[in-house]
């Protein structure tokens, strides 16, 4: 199993910034690695659907974002630290929402998936608070 665990949420001020992190430990039975995974940020706000906001490919070149979000948001990622970040900047209170990292194995380094449907493996979240 692969186990992700999300962190660097809290409370912000509208404008401010924050930095999230997902950190990726285990294997499947397969042995795959944090490697052979496409990443994701999704986010959840209160009353709402779980919704995408950012995806990486397994190499970190290719990167897909919610359009509401370009320009604000960046993914990235660390493969030889098995890690994944979300950096957020000019947050709005409407950026509240609890936030979750995901993992989709893919058998192309290229491939970015936006379809929450297919990833196989979520963290718990993180929550993010921007106040007014």
């Known amino acids: 199993q692969v186990q992700l665990v999300e962190s660097g949420g809290g409370l912000v001020q509208a404008g401010g910034s924050l930095r999230l992190s997902c950190t990726a430990s285990g294997r499947t039975t397969s042995g795959r690695t944090f490697r052979s995974y496409a990443m994701g940020w999704f986010r959840q706000a209160p009353g709402k659907e779980r919704d995408i906001v950012a995806a990486i490919s397994r190499d970190g070149f290719n990167t897909r974002y919610a359009d509401s979000l370009k320009g604000r948001f960046t993914i990235s990622r660390d493969n030889a630290n098995n890690m994944v970040y979300l950096e957020m900047s000019e947050l709005k209170p409407e950026d509240t929402a609890v936030y979750y990292c995901?993992?989709?194995?893919?058998?192309?380094?290229?491939?970015?998936?936006?379809?929450?449907?297919?990833?196989?493996?979520w963290g718990q979240g993180t929550q993010v608070t921007v106040s007014s």
């Open positions: 995901a993992a989709v194995y893919t058998p192309l380094t290229i491939i970015v998936q936006t379809l929450q449907r297919e990833y196989d493996y």
